[in-house]
């Protein structure tokens, strides 16, 4: 893990080992404390977590429902869903690779129970300390931008666009 600072803002660069030691953890919370029929991935950033924790867990059972809330570095508009699931079954564990706002995971877990009589857990890896929807279980709180390794190309032309080539070269040289 990496803190850059530039214009005002901390960027919190994650590289896959980091990502794997947190899913781990946060396996670890789950297991120790409750037992897990199904997990619905939040696309797109919750379903790389999500698939990695079903392979930690032995859950076999994984969903994804779409919905994006970010178009940009910082840039957030209303919270859309893209693609829904169906009737679920069991205990649920909804997860996200951050809960920012806390919008988008309280939306879900509000979809998901709808759709289910099972308990309905909430998980993500990451926290930011604003975040008004805390998940029943995380590893981290991180205050900044979050730049996980499957977002990478995507937060990259989002910076360049906004402050240009030679600036990202020079702020985030191991990129």
């Not at 690779?97 to 857990?121: A, H, M, R």
């Not at 991180?142 to 977002?151: E, L, Q, S």
Request: glycine fraction near 6%.
């Amino acid at each position: 893990m990496k803190k850059v600072k530039f214009d005002n803002l901390t960027y919190v660069v994650l590289t896959w080992k980091d990502i794997l030691e947190d899913v781990k953890e946060l396996g670890r919370k789950i297991k120790s404390s409750e037992k897990v029929d199904g997990i619905v991935g939040i696309l797109r950033g919750g379903c790389i977590p999500a698939v990695l924790l079903s392979d930690f867990l032995n859950v076999k059972k994984v969903f994804a429902i779409g919905c994006k809330q970010y178009f940009g570095i910082y840039e957030r508009k209303k919270l859309e869903v893209y693609q829904s699931i169906q009737h679920l079954e069991g205990n649920i564990l909804i997860v996200d690779d951050v809960s920012d706002t806390g919008s988008t995971l309280n939306f879900v877990k509000k979809y998901v129970e709808e759709k289910t009589k099972g308990k309905i857990l909430t998980a993500a890896l990451h926290v930011k300390p604003h975040s008004l929807f805390i998940p029943h279980f995380y590893v981290k709180i991180y205050d900044g931008w979050i730049c996980y390794p499957w977002d990478k190309e995507e937060f990259k032309r989002n910076f360049i666009e906004k402050y240009g080539k030679e600036t990202f070269s020079k702020i985030f040289k191991d990129f």
